[in-house]
């Protein structure tokens, strides 16, 4: 069984552009997250996604940041327009939906690397 | 609100030699606590986790780790240190019965094994 896959694994832009990543899944996942890791911090909570629909985005750091799951199978994570504070490196992560909520346990990508000049 | 601890944010021990990396928790509801692991340009592994059962739990490549709520702390052993242990750990926390288990996680413990 394929784990969670995140594209790309590194992604260099300048400041003020835009950049998509992108997040598939466990096949039959229904809950995916995002975190992110600015350098010298720690992961933080971005957001909950169950099937298509937003259930918890409270960790979105501003409105330059779009996040979509059209479906309910891959997600997009938007920043645009991108700034110096945006780098570091995006996590995604999926679980399954157990007896009346998600399970306990989440499978992590392999994050993307962001880097705004 | 819940947060975690990690003391130190870089271990360094001998091949061998016990692993002990620290983690304390601050919840004010009943957690789940995990002990994940990355390794050099991978993605995070979830080593071992904590949902209320055993208080001592053990993962996999010999980790285990002891839920002590009066110290709040889930504390990450292994007897033996591996070179291929090197790696940087991360202590999470999640409340207990959530609506969505998000994860907060410690700042993370770089560990260095020594040959």
């Known amino acids: 069984e394929a784990g969670v896959t995140q594209f790309p694994s590194h992604s260099v832009i300048e400041k003020g552009q835009t950049v998509t990543l992108r997040c598939d899944p466990i096949?039959?996942?229904?809950?995916l997250y995002w975190y992110r890791r600015v350098m010298g911090k720690e992961i933080k909570f971005l957001l909950h996604?169950?099937?298509?629909?937003?259930q918890d985005e409270s960790g979105m750091p501003n409105n330059r940041f779009l996040a979509e799951r059209t479906g309910g199978t891959y997600s997009t994570l938007k920043v645009q327009p991108a700034e110096l504070e945006d780098s570091g490196v995006y996590f995604c992560?999926?679980?399954?939906w157990g007896a009346g909520g998600p399970t306990d346990t989440q499978y992590f990508g392999p994050g993307t690397r962001l880097t705004v000049l | 609100a819940q947060s975690v601890t990690q003391l130190g944010s870089h271990v360094s021990v001998s091949e061998g030699a016990l692993v002990l990396l620290r983690c304390n928790y601050s919840?004010?509801?009943?957690?789940?606590l995990f002990w994940y692991v990355q390794y050099p340009n991978q993605g995070l592994q979830l080593l071992l986790k904590?949902?209320?059962?055993?208080?001592l739990v053990k993962g996999i490549n010999g980790f285990e780790a002891e839920f002590k709520k009066s110290e709040t702390s889930f504390h990450l052993t292994k007897p033996s240190a591996h070179m291929s242990d090197a790696a940087e750990y991360f202590c999470?926390?999640?409340?207990?019965?959530?609506?969505?288990?998000?994860?907060?996680f410690g700042k993370g413990t770089l560990l260095t094994v020594n040959p």
């Open positions: 996604f169950v099937k298509e629909s937003k």
């Open positions: 904590y949902t209320s059962a055993a208080t």
């Open positions: 999470a926390v999640t409340v207990r019965g959530g609506s969505n288990y998000k994860l907060t």
């Open positions: 919840s004010s509801v009943p957690p789940y």
């Open positions: 992560a999926s679980s399954q």
């Open positions: 096949s039959g996942h229904d809950n």
